[in-house]
C-alpha cells in the first residue's frame, strides 16, 4: 500500500495535498485496471481440452489466472479417482473419494482425499490448494470430471480473480465468502485487506458518477 502512494506523497506532504495526490493516484489505479480489464475481455483464450468445464473458466477467469487453472485441469486428467466407500454413504450429502496418479509402484503412490458436498456442490481437497491459491486443484477438478460437473461452481470461485472484480454497480469487487463474513475469524492482514477492498470499491463508485 505504501508503494503505492509513494509517487504521489512525500514526508512534507501536508493534508489537502496527500488528499488531492491520493485522488489522482486512485484515478490512474481506476483507469488501468479499466484497461487490463478491456483486455482481458477481448484476448482469445488458448483453450486445449476442449471441454465445457475449460470453456467455462475461460469466459470468467482473468487471463492469468485462466492459465494457472488451465495447468491444474491438465495435470487433473492424469489422475484416477475413487469413491471412497468406506466413508461415503447414499443418504450421506459428502461422498469422499480418493485422487491418485497411478504408478507402477503403489507404494510411491500419494493418495489425496476429496470431500464433496453432492447438493451444495462444494467440497474441499488434503493439498489445500484452493484455500491457498484461490483456484480448484486437479484433485478437485478431476473429481468435478468424473461427476460431469460442466461448469466451475460457485464454491470454488473467488470473485477477485474473475472478470468481473473490477466492476462498478454497487457490488462488492470482491466477494466475501460465508467465512470471511465474521472479523473475529479474520487475521490481522485479512482484516486490513477487506477494509481496503471498501475503500477502493467507495472511491471507484465516487470516480464513475458525478452525482455520488
Not at 130 to 145: F, N, Q
Not at 180 to 186: G, M, Q, R, V, W
Amino acid at each position: 500500500m505504501n508503494a503505492f502512494f509513494d509517487s504521489y506523497v512525500s514526508s512534507c506532504t501536508g493534508l489537502k495535498e496527500f488528499v488531492e495526490n491520493a485522488q489522482k493516484a486512485l484515478e490512474r489505479q481506476f483507469m488501468r485496471e479499466k484497461e487490463e480489464d478491456f483486455k482481458t475481455r477481448q484476448t482469445c483464450r488458448g483453450i486445449k481440452m476442449y471441454t465445457a468445464l475449460e470453456q467455462h473458466c475461460a469466459s470468467i477467469y482473468t487471463k492469468t489466472m485462466f492459465r494457472k487453472f488451465q495447468e491444474q485441469l491438465v495435470e487433473a486428467t492424469t489422475y484416477f479417482v475413487e469413491k471412497d466407500r468406506d466413508r461415503s454413504l447414499e443418504e450421506d450429502e459428502y461422498t469422499y473419494y480418493k485422487c491418485y496418479r497411478q504408478l507402477l509402484d503403489p507404494e510411491k503412490r500419494t493418495m489425496y482425499l476429496v470431500t464433496f458436498n453432492k447438493l451444495a456442490l462444494s467440497g474441499s481437497c488434503k493439498c489445500r490448494m484452493y484455500e491457498y491459491l484461490g483456484i480448484p486443484c486437479r484433485h478437485i477438478i478431476a473429481v468435478l470430471t468424473k461427476r460431469c460437473v460442466s461448469e466451475i461452481p460457485n464454491a470454488f470461485l473467488r470473485r477477485r480473480w474473475t472478470n468481473d472484480a473490477n466492476r462498478v454497480d454497487g457490488m462488492l469487487p470482491y466477494h466475501l465468502t460465508g467465512e470471511e463474513t465474521s472479523s473475529h475469524d479474520l487475521t490481522p492482514t485479512e482484516r486490513f485487506n477487506n477494509m481496503t477492498l471498501l475503500t477502493m470499491t467507495f472511491c471507484h463508485s465516487s470516480m464513475a458518477s458525478k452525482e455520488r
